[in-house]
Each structure stands twice: as structure tokens, then as C-alpha cells.
């Protein structure tokens, strides 16, 4: 029965190769009336980048601008979700705030020390953002101030998994704001502009 078969050519994979990552394509211009789906990083079609929690602060910036993103999901030693870093926790208040209260040096500031944990986060259903539209996530994300919101789906078990993301500077994106600044509250206000002249 093997006699049928006919072994494949192997190659030498050569220095720098790469591999094929998922990229998720959005519609490159939405409404708030759109569904919320639109928007939303589909993790079952996109991978997130990540860190942990133990990583030097300077180490997981390093990787944010290395991948082109603003935000880490940071996992704990046992890869669960311990909580988000984003690039305003690097670049804001809370490292000088961590060295007044902690002492040390930039150096020794880690991911989890200025880290927002799952305490500090609210997630959205997916059966809710299944229903709702690109306006209703902007009012969600406006109202908790964040810049980013996790989509959670239950397993069998009951378990809360992460499937989805909303990022509002895509979300501006997608809306035609002009961002020149990743400011929150400049971000709000440049899609309520483009709102308007829509």
C-alpha cells in the first residue's frame, strides 16, 4: 500500500525565513450604525501579541513597537490572562508613579508593576457585541474611559476566553477620524469631527 506514495523533495530552509501570520482585513470605512463585528480584532482569525507579567516594562515596549501594536495581553507564568499593558500604561503616568511609591530605577519597573489586571478590566459579552453597533462600542469605551476593550465568549466549563477586541484607535480609523495624537480623550473628539461632517 505505501508503494503508491512518492516521498516530497526536501529544502534547506534558509537563513531569515519567516512564517505566515493571520491578518484580520476590516471594512475600511464603517458607520456607527454598522454592526460592532466591523470592528472588532476576531482572535479566532488574528493572533495577539503578548507578554508576561515578569517582563521588564522596557522589554514588552520594545516588542510593541517592534510588532506595531499598543497593547500586550500579559499571561502569568501558567498562560492564563493576568491582565493588558498598553502603550499609554508605558508612556503615561504610572512608571514615575510605581518609582515614587517603589524606589529603584526605570530599569527595574516590570510589566506587572504598571500593568492593568483583570481586576482593573471589563470585558464585553460576545453575545452582546454580536447585537450591537460600531456607536453603541464607542459610547461603552468613552464611558469607562479605555482605550480598549476584551470580548469574552464561556467554554463548556464555564471558563471566560478571550476572543475579541476592540481597540478605539482602529475603531477612529475605520470611522475616517484624522489621529495625530494617541491621547484618549483627543481620540473621542476627533471621531465626534468625523462624525459630524459625515
Known sequence: MVKEYSEL?????KAGSSFVRPVQVFPERVRLSDPALNVMTDLSKVSLVTTRAKTSM??????MIRYGVRMLLVLDD???L???????????EKPMRFLQNMGGTHDDIMVRDIMSTLRELNAMRMADVQQARVGDIVVSLKKVHRQHALVVTENADGQQVVSGLFSITQIARQLGAQ??????ARTFDEIEKAISHA
Do not use: C, P, R
Open 9 to 13: 523533495q526536501s529544502i534547506q530552509l
Open 58 to 63: 522596557d522589554k514588552a515596549n520594545a516588542k
Open 78 to 80: 501558567n498562560e492564563q
Open 82 to 92: 493576568a491582565g493588558l499593558l498598553t502603550a499609554t500604561d508605558v508612556l503615561g
Open 179 to 184: 489621529l495625530q495624537s494617541f491621547e484618549l
